[in-house]
């Protein structure tokens, strides 16, 4: 298929829905989206000291984040430069070398080639140079940890612009402790990856598909999560990237610390006080707990998704695997507050994962969108909601239109046609 | 490395691997035929109802699980279920399940632990699909009734990617 064609199925309001469902389109986005762009790969604290390491993807390439004894980060991809064996199959740990089972090809933890069994097969010499493990280019901020086929890209810095403020006002989550992962749901749903990629910037679904997550709250919390014309908007921010913003309130963690704390938080922060918190302290774990109230849509794989990391990975062209990146504070060597951690699990639990009260349901919806788009030989995905501002508002962007509005999915799409016409 | 101890019937007061293998797979046909109103008073007031994400946790407290449920949480949690606003519950899959391979690892005056193999197997719309798992319970006599305290369910695959699981464990 030439570029031109992919130009043609995506239109400013509507995509075609050979997006969801063509072969020939997604091994076509592996190679012009997923190796051309930053894709986000892990946060500093799974690799938090020399020797450590997880696995990980860059679209559909198994790689390995690690730390070498300087605390340089890197992506390698997980594969020997001999027979192409994995040379990694733990989840993440702590280990300098990594032994290939074939045939005992070992790479330091860098990636550069150790030591060959039987060397002198090799009348000629081996090249280490030439035979360590592949290394992408690999960047981070804020903690985030993003790595690259495409060795000339733009800094990452740039490819995120203006996403940066976001991903600072995310990190407040911290409390003023940092920010580190607490562990993983990861789960597959049998459609294509960029159901997902939309669904983060989607408040349009929330009351109708989470309706039973909601009931399950407190009446002041449900009307927290009320997000669809309680002053929240979505935002274009370039590359692909937006946010929507659902509880302006909760935009900046660092405000409104004078106010009183929620009588249902009273029992943590009590909890707190027993840790030996200040007042201080109190009220900014507490204000912390729930998160931000933003979703920050990075294009192509991860989300700053209120209080976790969500993950997505194209597996297949009808089936895409999610980790939803539980968050807490401190770093690998401290937990600041066990209570605020636990209370953030208990939080992530209750939406997040296989059986929790929301991801099912979005899951099952995403399921839904793939077997509906079998039906119908030239129909559109229709992505026009909120093209125009309500009467007497400004255009739809910062600080105005509506949290339900589609510019976000629009943005995505946007970048995903420059990429596919490139 | 555990024991089967087997319980003098002239006591009484211990609960007998018969009876909570009987207790068991009530348990698991009221899942199966998603009558979950009845599966809440089985629970002790204290009872925690946990599926753990790493397969060697056991600082639930501390660590993410798939579900870590007090009583406020099972209660919630079958609402929802049962609500008819849940896609992914409504229309529910089908569940059968099979718990077998019992070995009792702990016996106390009036409580028993034991461990059991699961097996379920899951259709909805066009697709079946196989869930395994190591369950431990521990079971409580409480006044004349036994009742659930503990169950942690330890699917095999549950530090690998799951799919949606619309219906209980």
């Known amino acids: 298929m030439s570029s031109m064609d992919f130009g043609a199925l995506v239109k400013d309001d509507r995509v075609h829905t050979a997006l969801y469902k063509d072969p020939a389109i997604f091994d076509e986005e592996m190679e012009r989206i997923f190796k051309n762009t930053w894709v986000w790969v892990g946060h500093d604290s799974e690799v938090p000291s020399a020797n450590t390491f997880k696995k990980s993807f860059v679209g559909n390439q198994p790689v390995i984040v690690t730390r070498d004894k300087g605390g340089v980060i890197r992506t390698l991809l997980n594969r020997c430069r001999h027979r192409a064996a994995s040379v990694c199959e733990k989840k993440k740990g702590k280990q300098s070398v990594f032994v290939c089972p074939y045939h005992g090809w070992s790479y330091d933890i860098d990636g550069g080639l150790r030591k060959v069994p039987y060397a002198d097969g090799y009348p000629e010499g081996l090249d280490r140079e030439e035979f360590g493990l592949i290394r992408l280019r690999t960047e981070t901020y804020q903690g985030m940890i993003f790595a690259t086929f495409k060795e000339d890209i733009e800094p990452l810095v740039e490819f995120l612009g203006p996403a940066r403020k976001w991903m600072d006002l995310f990190m407040k989550q911290g409390a003023g402790f940092g920010v580190k992962v607490l562990g993983e749901h990861r789960f597959r749903f049998p459609g294509n990856w960029k159901i997902q990629l939309e669904n983060t910037t989607d408040a349009y679904h929330f009351p109708i598909v989470h309706k039973t997550f909601l009931d399950s709250l407190d009446a002041e919390t449900e009307n927290i999560f009320d997000v669809i014309g309680s002053g929240g908007w979505v935002e274009d921010l370039g590359h692909g990237h937006s946010v929507m913003v659902m509880i302006p309130d909760l935009i900046d963690l660092e405000d409104n610390l004078d106010a009183a704390i929620p009588d249902r938080f009273a029992e943590l922060a009590e909890e707190l006080r027993a840790e030996g918190h200040d007042e201080a302290a109190v009220r900014r774990i507490v204000r912390a707990v729930g998160g931000t109230g933003f979703n920050l849509n990075l294009f192509p794989n991860v989300a700053c998704s209120m209080a976790f990391f969500r993950v997505l990975r194209p597996v297949g062209v009808t089936e895409t695997e999610i980790q939803h990146v539980a968050i807490g504070m401190g770093d690998a060597n401290n937990t600041p507050s066990p209570a605020g951690n636990r209370a953030r699990l208990r939080l992530h639990e209750h939406f997040q994962g296989p059986m929790g009260f929301g991801t099912p349901d979005d899951a099952e919806g995403w399921e839904r969108v793939q077997r509906g788009a079998r039906a119908g030989d030239d129909l559109w995905i229709m992505l026009n909601r909120g093209s125009e501002a309500p009467a007497g508002r400004p255009q739809p962007g910062h600080n105005a239109g509506d949290a339900s509005s589609e510019v976000g999915m629009r943005a995505a799409y946007q970048q995903w046609k420059r990429m596919m016409t490139a | ?169």
């Open chain 2, 1 to 169: 490395m555990s024991t089967l101890i087997m319980t003098d019937p002239a006591t009484g007061a211990a609960i007998t691997l018969e009876e909570a293998t009987r207790f068991i797979w009530a348990e698991a046909d009221l899942l199966d035929r998603l009558d979950y109103k009845p599966w809440l008073p089985l629970w002790t007031a204290n009872g925690r109802y946990t599926i753990p994400v790493e397969h060697d946790a056991d600082d639930f407290d501390n660590q993410l699980n798939i579900a870590h449920d007090d009583a406020v949480m099972r209660e919630a949690r079958v609402k929802r279920l049962l609500s008819g606003f849940s896609m992914s519950a409504a229309p529910p899959a089908r569940t059968v399940r099979t718990i077998s391979r019992f070995v009792v690892t702990e016996q106390e005056a009036d409580a028993i632990k034991l461990r059991a193999a699961m097996v379920l197997v899951e259709y909805k719309y066009e697709r079946t699909r196989v869930l395994a798992g190591d369950v431990t319970y521990r079971l409580l006599r409480e006044g004349g009734d036994i009742k659930l305290d503990r169950k942690v369910v330890r699917l095999a695959n549950c530090d690998d990617f799951l799919h949606g699981i619309g219906y209980l464990l």
